[in-house]
């Protein structure tokens, strides 16, 4: 817990205090813990970049990362190939290293790393274009990085490269198509069949994810790749109690952080690193200044991006833990040379994270790309089915910067069958009339129908985003509440209330249609009742 507190001040990757840890317990160490056990490391390592991957697909915005996913694929595709070549020959050239060891180091670190690109650039303002490239990279570039690895591995020649390239599409292929479908049905199961605690939505979100991993593996594709994509529709699929469900993930994601780089500190003898030193720091030069840059203005030529946007992008390539996993595979696999490999991409992920994660900051200011422009907000919306009564309640808190501050709950301009039940205002707790003004702060329980619940959300984000006059404006969805595109709704009746653009949470449970009452039951007190 210290560690990732002094990480977060620091601006360093936590990867490095961790690995600290993990060499302070290990051989040469304070302890002189003796610990070489690569295939334990590599079947952990496995495990927790599987856990990362998920808590990043979950946090992984459609709205951002759609615009960008040609650009990333390509880059997590053909940067890669682009990459392992021009690394591979410095190895070779430079290094000494046959053409074995230097193809495996080419392909090990030419992926970077989610977790290291996850900690650093939610940490940096930078526009949603970048973000979203390196983040959707990262998370796709795992998959091709472990098909090349495993196949330098093998014992045997390396198959011809049109062969190795015709696998990869195929892995690629069956990985993605799994891991959409294993999360578009969790997402629908989720939504539409109420737990019986909120305790388990959480749980049932990591278990889809982990089975979007294993049914991708055991049809041998690629189950990194599944396992991201599968969490990505579930994050972006507005489950119930989501904010409970992120919290549990992003704990769980720092937990195999932790473990992933303890082990892997605990596996390196360091006294072993000397003699690989300068080898690995002219290879990270060569990846950092020549390889890196390449593979990314080649692969995004195709795309209008502005060119400082591609040396961001080529200085933002992080490297972690996954490289460091992905060298104990030649040393399971028996690769001559294996040791010589782990202790190369040990040294030089150590030292060019402590050169670029700290330095990114610096360079987007230099570049002038940094995002100086704060958005609203998002508004955060908790769901509960209700399952009995097959509606909604939805949770919506009004952030800082939400432009919901100001504006009366009759301005939201919900769809029929939606209304403001609830406003919570500074720990109180009142009815709203339609002329109540919404307040920062503030938070509000809207009831709505099954039907409208998605128009009635889109309203509040809209409203959110763009104030009153969203629909006139074009901010946002006002067809949710109106039905007609870029233009507000009638003013709604006072029953009707709405939610705001950013901060909802939303609680929905399917109901029991309640049943209509006939002219024997229309007595005074069956309406009051009623």
Do not use: C
């Not at 294993?214 to 904010?243: C, D, E, Q, R, T």
């Not at 692969?299 to 996954?322: H, I, T």
Request: aromatic share 6%; net charge neutral; hydrophobic share 50%.
């Amino acid at each position: 817990m210290a560690a990732v507190r002094i990480s977060s001040r620091s601006g360093l990757p936590s990867l490095l205090l961790y690995l600290g840890i993990g060499i302070a317990l290990g051989q040469d160490g304070i302890f002189d813990v003796k610990f070489d056990n690569a295939e334990l490391t590599q079947v952990i390592g496995y495990a927790a970049l599987v856990v990362i991957l998920a808590e990043g697909g979950l946090g992984a915005k459609w709205k951002e990362v759609r615009p960008v996913l040609p650009a990333a694929a390509v880059v997590s595709t053909v940067g890669v190939g682009i990459s392992v070549g021009i690394t591979a020959s410095a190895a070779h050239y430079l290094v000494g290293l046959d053409w074995r060891q230097a193809l495996i180091i080419g392909a090990v670190v030419s992926s970077t790393d989610a977790a290291a690109v996850f900690s650093v650039l939610r940490r940096v303002p930078l526009p949603s274009r970048i973000t979203g490239v390196l983040e959707a990279e990262s998370g796709f570039n795992d998959a091709p990085v472990v098909i090349l690895v495993v196949a330098f591995s093998a014992v045997g020649p390396v198959e011809h490269w049109y062969l190795l390239i015709g696998e990869i599409a195929l892995e690629l292929a069956i990985g993605a198509a799994i891991g959409i479908t294993v999360g578009w049905l969790g997402s629908l199961g989720l939504r539409h069949v109420a737990l019986p605690a909120s305790g388990l939505y959480p749980i049932a979100v990591m278990a889809i994810a982990v089975m979007a991993y294993a049914a991708g593996a055991m049809a041998h594709g690629s189950g990194f790749l599944a396992v991201y994509l599968a969490a990505m529709i579930l994050g972006n699929s507005k489950l119930p109690h989501w904010p409970a469900t992120r919290g549990f993930a992003d704990g769980l994601g720092w937990l195999a952080q932790i473990g992933m780089f303890v082990l892997l500190g605990l596996l390196v003898t360091p006294h072993d690193l000397i003699d690989d030193f300068w080898p690995a720091v002219v290879v990270g030069l060569v990846l950092t200044m020549v390889a890196r840059p390449l593979s990314v203005f080649l692969s995004l030529a195709p795309f209008r991006l502005p060119a400082r946007e591609k040396v961001l992008m080529s200085w933002a390539g992080l490297r972690g833990a996954v490289p460091i996993i992905l060298a104990t595979i030649p040393m399971v696999s028996g690769v001559e040379g294996s040791t010589r490999i782990f202790n190369i991409v040990f040294v030089l992920v150590i030292v060019y994270t402590l050169i670029q994660g700290p330095t990114l900051p610096w360079v987007a200011a230099k570049l002038k790309i940094a995002d100086d422009e704060a958005e609203a907000d998002d508004l955060g919306v908790e769901s509960a089915p209700l399952e009995r009564l097959r509606g909604h309640l939805l949770s919506v808190d009004i952030p800082e910067k939400s432009k919901m501050h100001g504006v009366e709950v009759g301005e939201l301009r919900l769809p029929a069958g939606a209304a403001v039940t609830l406003v919570v205002r500074q720990e109180e707790s009142f009815v709203p009339s339609p002329t109540t003004v919404l307040r920062r702060g503030d938070e509000l329980l809207v009831v709505a129908t099954d039907p409208v619940r998605d128009k009635a959300e889109a309203r509040l984000r809209a409203v959110g985003e763009g104030g009153k006059l969203a629909g006139w404006l074009g901010t946002g969805s006002a067809a949710g509440a109106s039905g007609t595109p870029g233009r507000p709704a009638p003013p709604r009746p006072a029953k009707a209330s709405a939610q705001g653009g950013s901060g909802v949470r939303q609680a929905v449970k399917p109901v029991r249609p309640v049943k209509k009452l006939g002219p024997a039951d229309d007595t005074p007190s069956t309406n009051a009742r009623r």
